[in-house]
């Protein structure tokens, strides 16, 4: 079978970024503080590029369209209002968080729960919760590339999966932290200039008036916040913006990057250019799923509704160049997931349990051969499809949001305790599972028009401050050494 335009842009796109892991390899110490965190050296370009990849992902080129495609705007309003309230987290917990990462040495959230709290037990408890979420992140994404390659350009489902995994496990294996992260700025630069330049293409070129007034009349109510379905209601966007805001900054792999940062500035810096850069991405993909009905009012898959518009409107070239950025991006998110788990496996059971005596090089390799293991698990998960893309990375976000508790409340508040963590880390979760549409144990009537995942954090969070009055806090010594006052923040 021939090769087409789009299916030689992806490779070459995939190609040249390969070449990037190759070059940073380089540059990589095979230790815990570089493979895990570039040395504790990353600036502010890179790093805020590599929180928007983090973040944007296969929910932005896929996800979002199809939501927006048939329920309206109402959800760029959310994540609009979320991304400004990442900023705020990561310019207070996340300078935090940095702070002791780097007087302490610590280099994993794993870690964090560990000494906070005098609990090598707890770490354990918090990897295995979040893990449910990691692994559904990664399955998410993997889903999402393969079903689109699939679909989109004619690379078998199966194989698409494959692909996609040895890429990761090859990269994070020679490349480790740096590598992801090199390879993330380019992808939300090329990201943001390509959805920027076919919504420029549309409203310039083609006639976006005509496309917007075409999709309103296949569905009314489209282009209204509440949406055709009037799910969109002040109540629904606040409470799954809350919800999203807690989640996001407390991805393990998101505070993992706060132990990266070069210094406090540039923290915060990082988290203003991320919200400069994920605002209009969120913008654009909206935008671009509501035009979608307007053009293609029937698409064989509403997750593909933005490529499927590319496709038709543009050049091949550009729609090659739209699906390599979007598995790119795709695949940012996964291998930083993929290695932060890895590292607190390595770091936070091997090392500690395991073999207490290993040396950095047998911690790393150790990180390296658990890699190769959780993306096996994720590519079985993927090929049982437990659900659509959207759904099951919405899952993820705000089952995160449900363990970030005892890290946020820990930085902050000396009354924080291990009993008031543990619940916190059995509860909310717990609840937030059982809510989730896909499983529907508590009917979603309880819910009272909020956002699933936002009753989730209200359990975490209200579990954890209860819990924590009624039981004994860590030492002194303990407290003061990984928290620190919220007013104290200041260089």
Do not use: C
């Given at each position: 079978?021939?090769?087409?335009?789009?299916?030689?842009?992806?490779?070459?796109?995939?190609?040249?970024?390969?070449?990037i892991?190759?070059?940073?390899?380089?540059?990589?110490?095979?230790?815990p503080?570089?493979f895990?965190?570039?040395?504790?050296?990353?600036?502010?370009?890179?790093?805020?590029?590599?929180l928007?990849a983090?973040?944007?992902?296969?929910?932005?080129?896929?996800?979002?369209?199809?939501d927006?495609?048939?329920?309206?705007?109402?959800?760029f309003?959310?994540?609009?209002?979320?991304?400004?309230?990442?900023?705020?987290?990561?310019?207070?917990?996340?300078?935090?968080?940095?702070?002791?990462?780097?007087?302490?040495?610590?280099?994993?959230?794993?870690?964090?729960?560990?000494?906070?709290?005098e609990?090598?037990?707890?770490?354990?408890?918090?990897?295995?919760?979040t893990?449910?979420?990691?692994?559904?992140?990664?399955?998410?994404?993997l889903?999402?590339?393969?079903?689109?390659?699939?679909?989109?350009?004619?690379?078998?489902?199966?194989?698409?999966?494959?692909l996609m995994?040895?890429?990761?496990?090859v990269?994070?294996?020679?490349?480790?932290?740096?590598?992801?992260?090199?390879s993330?700025?380019?992808?939300?630069?090329?990201?943001?200039?390509?959805?920027?330049?076919?919504?420029?293409?549309?409203?310039?070129?083609?006639d976006?008036?005509?496309?917007?007034?075409?999709?309103?009349?296949?569905?009314?109510?489209?282009?209204?916040?509440?949406?055709?379905?009037?799910?969109?209601?002040?109540?629904?966007?606040?409470?799954?913006?809350?919800?999203?805001?807690?989640?996001?900054?407390?991805?393990?792999?998101t505070?993992?990057?706060?132990?990266?940062?070069?210094?406090?500035?540039i923290?915060?810096?990082?988290?203003f250019?991320?919200?400069?850069?994920?605002?209009?991405?969120?913008?654009?993909?909206?935008?671009?799923?509501?035009?979608?009905?307007?053009?293609?009012?029937?698409?064989?898959?509403?997750?593909?509704?933005?490529?499927?518009?590319?496709?038709?409107?543009?050049?091949?070239?550009?729609?090659g160049?739209?699906?390599?950025?979007?598995?790119?991006a795709?695949m940012?998110?996964?291998d930083?997931?993929?290695?932060?788990?890895s590292?607190?496996?390595?770091r936070?059971?091997?090392?500690?349990?395991?073999n207490?005596?290993?040396?950095?090089r047998?911690?790393?390799?150790?990180t390296q051969l658990?890699?190769?293991?959780?993306?096996?698990?994720?590519?079985?998960l993927?090929?049982?499809?437990p659900?659509?893309?959207?759904?099951?990375?919405?899952?993820?976000?705000?089952?995160?949001?449900?363990?970030?508790?005892?890290?946020?409340?820990?930085?902050?508040?000396?009354?924080?305790?291990?009993?008031?963590?543990?619940?916190?880390?059995?509860?909310?979760?717990?609840?937030?599972?059982?809510?989730?549409?896909?499983?529907?144990?508590?009917?979603?009537?309880?819910?009272?028009?909020m956002?699933?995942g936002?009753?989730?954090?209200?359990?975490?969070?209200?579990?954890?401050?209860?819990?924590?009055?009624?039981?004994?806090?860590p030492?002194?010594?303990?407290?003061?050494?990984?928290s620190?006052?919220?007013?104290?923040?200041?260089?």
């Amino acid at each position: 079978m021939p090769v087409t335009i789009a299916q030689a842009v992806f490779f070459t796109y995939l190609f040249l970024v390969f070449l990037i892991g190759v070059y940073a390899a380089r540059f990589t110490k095979y230790t815990p503080a570089d493979f895990y965190l570039a040395d504790r050296g990353v600036g502010t370009l890179v790093l805020g590029l590599t929180l928007a990849a983090t973040v944007l992902s296969a929910f932005t080129v896929f996800g979002i369209g199809a939501d927006t495609s048939q329920v309206g705007l109402g959800p760029f309003s959310f994540l609009a209002i979320a991304a400004v309230l990442y900023t705020l987290f990561f310019a207070s917990v996340g300078v935090a968080l940095y702070r002791i990462g780097t007087e302490h040495d610590i280099v994993t959230p794993a870690e964090y729960i560990r000494v906070r709290y005098e609990s090598p037990l707890l770490g354990v408890v918090y990897l295995t919760v979040t893990g449910i979420f990691m692994l559904a992140m990664l399955a998410g994404q993997l889903l999402g590339g393969g079903v689109a390659l699939d679909t989109l350009i004619g690379i078998p489902f199966t194989v698409a999966v494959l692909l996609m995994a040895l890429f990761m496990i090859v990269y994070i294996h020679i490349a480790g932290y740096r590598g992801v992260i090199w390879s993330d700025a380019v992808q939300s630069t090329v990201l943001f200039a390509v959805l920027a330049g076919v919504v420029a293409y549309v409203m310039v070129v083609r006639d976006s008036t005509e496309i917007a007034e075409s999709a309103a009349q296949e569905i009314p109510g489209l282009f209204d916040i509440v949406g055709p379905a009037e799910l969109w209601t002040p109540l629904f966007v606040m409470t799954a913006a809350l919800a999203f805001a807690v989640g996001v900054p407390g991805y393990p792999h998101t505070i993992q990057r706060y132990f990266s940062a070069g210094n406090a500035q540039i923290m915060r810096d990082s988290g203003f250019l991320f919200a400069l850069v994920a605002v209009p991405i969120y913008f654009f993909g909206a935008v671009l799923g509501v035009w979608s009905v307007g053009v293609i009012p029937e698409p064989p898959e509403p997750d593909y509704v933005i490529p499927l518009l590319v496709e038709t409107l543009m050049h091949p070239v550009v729609f090659g160049i739209v699906m390599a950025g979007a598995t790119a991006a795709i695949m940012s998110t996964a291998d930083s997931v993929a290695l932060t788990m890895s590292s607190m496996l390595s770091r936070d059971v091997y090392r500690e349990f395991v073999n207490p005596d290993a040396t950095a090089r047998e911690e790393v390799r150790a990180t390296q051969l658990l890699v190769f293991l959780l993306i096996v698990l994720a590519v079985a998960l993927t090929l049982v499809q437990p659900a659509g893309i959207f759904p099951l990375i919405e899952f993820a976000v705000v089952g995160f949001a449900t363990t970030t508790a005892p890290i946020f409340l820990g930085v902050y508040w000396s009354g924080a305790t291990k009993s008031g963590a543990t619940a916190s880390l059995i509860f909310g979760p717990g609840v937030t599972i059982l809510l989730f549409p896909t499983i529907g144990v508590i009917p979603e009537t309880l819910t009272f028009g909020m956002h699933y995942g936002f009753v989730g954090v209200l359990v975490a969070y209200s579990t954890f401050i209860l819990v924590s009055l009624l039981s004994r806090a860590p030492s002194a010594t303990s407290v003061s050494t990984y928290s620190q006052s919220f007013w104290g923040q200041g260089d």
